[in-house]
C-alpha cells in the first residue's frame, strides 16, 4: 500500500470539500486512479457544514457548571458535550466518556484544537451522506470509482495517546470477516472480524497528525479491499450487548483481581 498526504488550503464554512480535495491532489500532481481511496479528516466535513459553536453564545446549566470544576473544562464545552451526547458515563480531567451516534468516544467528539480562540467544532450531522456524497462528486467530476474514510481519533482503553477511527465509509466494504476460515494450525476462527476502514483510518492519522500539519486528507492506494458501491456501513458497528466494554458498562461490573477470577 502507498499513503500519500495532501494538504489543503484552509477550509471555512460552506466550501466545498470535493474541490478543495481535487485541487490538493492537482497541487501534488497526483492524477486519481480507481480504486484509490481518500481519507479525510473529520474536522475539514465540519466546519465546511458549518458545525463550528462559538463558546461566548453558550449559556451553560448548573449541571454543566459542577462538572467542569470537577475535571478541569471550560463549562460551556461541558454544557455542548451534555447536549450532544447520547449517554454519559463517566469522567477524568479535561475529558467526559461518552456515547455519540454510536461511537465511544471522549467529549462527544467537540473539539477545540484548529479552531480560532472562542469557538468549538461539532462532528458533523451525518458523516456518513456526507462520505457518499464526495464520493459520488468525484465520480462525476473525474469518473474514478474511489472510497472514502471520514477520519477522526480516539483514545484506547488503558493506552497513552491517540488513534484513528473511521467515522464514516463509501465505497468499498469496511469489515472483513474471518468467521470460520483457518489459522496456521488449522483451528477455525470463531469472532474474529478485521476492521479495516479503522486500520485505514489510523494508518492516515499518523499522516495527519493532531496540531499545525494542515494535511487533512490522505490518498491510500493499492489497498487490499473490496470496493463496491453498495455497502451495509451498519457492518462496522457491534450491538452494546455484544461488545465487551459496552457490556461491562452497562452492566455496571467491578473489576477484580487474579484471585476473583474463579467467581466469574
Not at 76 to 100: H, P, S, W
Request: hydrophobic share 40%; charged share 25%.
Amino acid at each position: 500500500m502507498e499513503f500519500t498526504p495532501i494538504q489543503t488550503a484552509i477550509i471555512h464554512p460552506g466550501d466545498d470539500l470535493t474541490t478543495a480535495i481535487l485541487e490538493g491532489l492537482k497541487d501534488k500532481e497526483i492524477e486519481l486512479k480507481d480504486q484509490d481511496i481518500l481519507l479525510i479528516a473529520s474536522k475539514i466535513v465540519s466546519v465546511a457544514e458549518g458545525r463550528i459553536v462559538e463558546l461566548k453564545d453558550v449559556r451553560p446549566s448548573a449541571t454543566a457548571t459542577a462538572l467542569a470544576k470537577q475535571i478541569d473544562l471550560d463549562e460551556r464545552q461541558v454544557e455542548l458535550i451534555l447536549q450532544n451526547a447520547d449517554v454519559v458515563y463517566g469522567k477524568v480531567r479535561k475529558a467526559l466518556l461518552t456515547l455519540k451516534d454510536n461511537f465511544l468516544i471522549a467529549n462527544a467528539g467537540i473539539d477545540k484544537s484548529n479552531s480560532p480562540d472562542g469557538q468549538v467544532i461539532l462532528w458533523s450531522i451525518n458523516p456518513q451522506e456526507k462520505a457518499e456524497k464526495i464520493r459520488t462528486d468525484i465520480l462525476k467530476q473525474t469518473g474514478k470509482h474511489v472510497g472514502i474514510v471520514i477520519v477522526d481519533s480516539r483514545t484506547t482503553p488503558l493506552r497513552h495517546g491517540t488513534s484513528g477511527v473511521a467515522l464514516a465509509v463509501a465505497g468499498f466494504k469496511p469489515v472483513k470477516d474471518y468467521r470460520q476460515k483457518k489459522d496456521l494450525f488449522g483451528n477455525s476462527l470463531q469472532i474474529t472480524l478485521q476492521n479495516l476502514a479503522d486500520d485505514l483510518a489510523s494508518g492516515a492519522h499518523v499522516l495527519m497528525g493532531e496540531a499545525d500539519e494542515r494535511t487533512p486528507v490522505v490518498l491510500a492506494r493499492n489497498v487490499p479491499v473490496e470496493f463496491t458501491s453498495e455497502i451495509d456501513h451498519s457492518m462496522a458497528f457491534i450491538a452494546a450487548d455484544n461488545c465487551l466494554y459496552m457490556k461491562a458498562l452497562k452492566d455496571g461490573s467491578h473489576g477484580r483481581n487474579k484471585k476473583h477470577y474463579h467467581h466469574l
